[in-house]
């Protein structure tokens, strides 16, 4: 039962939620997620934590990038199954649209400055 709570907890609050959708489109570092929310970088770090804890997402180190992706759910069947579907939800939602839509504009190189 602990697992399906964890899940449960880790897609129940908006940001979070939107941070999976935007890793359904492509691999994000905290300051591309931190500047597609609009929220601070110490809370975009919170919410992936929790994601990444839950079975959900996870992340691979490139130099000095640290780049986050959406995990297969082998960890959890509730994981699996709730990321299967997720897929399909919200796709209709126009906060969700509205900030997919945004995504391809939004790169570390243009906000960190390297």
Known sequence: MKNFIKVMKALSDS????????????LMCVCELREALQIAQSNVSKHLKILEEAG?????????WVNYYLTDGRKSPYASSLMGNLRHWLEDDPEITELIKRLPHIRREDICKK
């Open 15 to 26: 940001n979070r939620v939107k941070i999976v959708k935007m890793l359904q489109h492509k």
């Open 56 to 64: 959900l997402v996870d992340y691979k180190k490139d130099g000095l």
